[in-house]
């Protein structure tokens, strides 16, 4: 397969330099809530493990997508629709589980909010750029 990042846009470089950077922040933030030290989880507040995890490993997924996109590799795409859609069902499951009486952090509800319209975002520049 041809990398084609040297034809890769600005508007494809920020969605894949934000991708990452939003990769990173998401597995140290998810990490820490995870495994981190007490102090983290107690900060945390309410979580609802499912979601945590979740971010956990889309964290990786994102920085992966994030390479994809900025090698211009054709797969890269795929994995940011993946991404934006795995995410707003975790957010039906998360709302499913809240609407049951589970505790959680409004913050959660943000940042999932966050989180599909970034990847939906990232995933309409790709398929934009794939398309030209």
Do not use: C, H
């Not at 990786?60 to 590799?73: D, K, S």
């Not at 707003?88 to 909010?113: D, H, K, S």
């Amino acid at each position: 397969m041809p990398n084609r990042s040297r034809s890769n846009p600005w508007p494809t470089r920020i969605a894949a330099l934000l991708g990452g950077l939003f990769g990173i922040a998401t597995i140290f933030s998810a990490g820490s809530v995870l495994f981190g030290p007490e102090a983290a989880r107690v900060a945390a507040g309410d979580i609802v493990p499912f979601v945590v995890w979740f971010n956990l490993i889309a964290g990786f997924a994102y920085v992966t997508a994030a390479l994809g996109i900025w090698q211009g590799r054709p797969w890269a795409a795929r994995l940011a629709v993946g991404i934006a859609v795995a995410t707003a069902l975790v957010a039906v499951g998360f709302a499913w589980v809240t609407f049951q009486g589970a505790a959680f952090e409004m913050r959660t509800v943000g940042a999932l909010a966050l989180r599909v319209a970034v990847w939906t975002l990232i995933s309409a520049v790709v398929l934009r750029r794939n398309r030209a």
